[in-house]
């Protein structure tokens, strides 16, 4: 089985050295050896660096990820984890898109002024409702404008299901 230099897997991978000699200092991946100072990895490093791009983009921290990956370096998805992830972004992706349903409206409505609209109107008293729970439950969270965004879309979900 031939080696690969830390440079082949940069390559190959298009993660940068700097994150692969990282992930190596976080055990989430393991040099095999050295050729010289470069760094040597077995190919099934390309997997695990798959595996560790494609939990990154569905939200797991490194911790998460590095809980997945034993001793031997082999990767052992948490299905429950990932079952779980899946009904949080089903969850957000149906407040984006009733976010996205009232933006339409708006941008479309009929109405000379959005403020005659009656739809519009309705959507104003959800968003301050939503506003005001989120100040009230939500003071110190990270994020708390994005959050607010959501609860907004979350509480306009129920509003739109009535139609527009």
């Not at 990895?41 to 939200?59: M, N, R, Y």
């Not at 997945?68 to 899946?86: C, F, H, Y």
């Not at 407040?95 to 009232?102: E, F, H, N, S, V």
């Not at 739809?119 to 994020?143: I, Q």
């Amino acid at each position: 089985m031939k080696l690969l230099e830390i440079s082949e897997v940069a390559k190959l991978s298009g993660v940068p050295a700097s994150t692969l000699r990282y992930y190596d200092s976080r055990n989430l991946i393991s040099s095999v050896g050295r050729h010289g100072l470069r760094r040597l990895f077995e190919p099934v490093v390309l997997d695990a660096l798959d595996t560790i791009s494609l939990a990154k983009w569905a939200g797991f921290s490194l911790d998460e990820i590095a809980a997945w990956i034993g001793k031997d370096g082999a990767v052992r998805l948490n299905r429950e984890q990932l079952g779980s992830r899946a009904d949080e972004i089903d969850a957000l992706a149906a407040r984006l898109q009733a976010l996205a349903k009232m933006l339409r409206h708006t941008a479309h409505c009929p109405a000379p002024d959005h403020f005659e609209c009656q739809t519009f109107r309705r959507m104003l008293r959800v968003a301050r409702k939503s506003r005001l729970r989120e100040s009230r439950d939500h003071h110190a969270v990270p994020g708390g404008q994005n959050l607010a965004v959501l609860e907004w879309s979350g509480a306009f979900l129920a509003f739109s299901s009535e139609g527009l």
